[in-house]
């Protein structure tokens, strides 16, 4: 147990380290701009580039930091210190038995407000690159269900490639 606190620990101080800080405004103003142009097809770039993000991301922990997992839990254990400490989400909850992860209050739904499609791709690109990464597996992550769309919270669902 000690060695998971120190772990969490070294986590904790990367994402001091690594992260930048951005006004919550400038982010929502943004994606709000952005999310227009997702008809053209611009939403498959936005999500490829937090992929990205998800991968380097998962890296830097393991080459600097040292942190490695093959289990799904730790790995969501990891992911939930990260997603919550980042202030582009309130509240990041999974079920592993149901392969999903459930978001509340993520800053893309104040972003767009009222949507007929789920608005929260980039996070789910977010996800499947950090977990795939980490994991050393080939996931994918899609949103399923957002609160955008009227529903309880965003539901985004966890697939092996």
């Excluded at 994606?31 to 830097?60: N, P, Q």
């Excluded at 739904?109 to 007929?116: L, N, R, T």
């Amino acid at each position: 147990m000690e060695y998971l606190k120190d772990k969490f620990r070294a986590l904790a101080e990367a994402i001091e380290r690594e992260s930048v800080l951005i006004h919550r405004a400038a982010l929502v103003d943004g994606y709000k701009d952005l999310y227009k142009f997702s008809k053209l097809g611009l939403d498959k770039v936005i999500k490829k580039a937090t992929e990205y993000g998800g991968r380097k991301g998962a890296k830097i922990l393991k080459e600097r930091y040292g942190i490695y997992t093959d289990r799904l839990d730790e790995a969501m254990d990891i992911l939930t210190v990260i997603a919550e400490s980042s202030r582009l989400l309130d509240v990041f909850e999974y079920n592993l038995e149901k392969m999903e992860v459930y978001v509340d209050g993520s800053i893309l739904v104040e972003a767009v407000g009222e949507s007929k499609k789920p608005v929260c791709e980039p996070m789910a690109g977010f996800f499947e690159g950090f977990l795939s990464e980490l994991l050393g597996k080939n996931l994918s992550v899609r949103e399923v269900a957002c609160r955008a769309q009227g529903n309880e919270r965003c539901l985004f669902k966890i697939e092996q490639k």
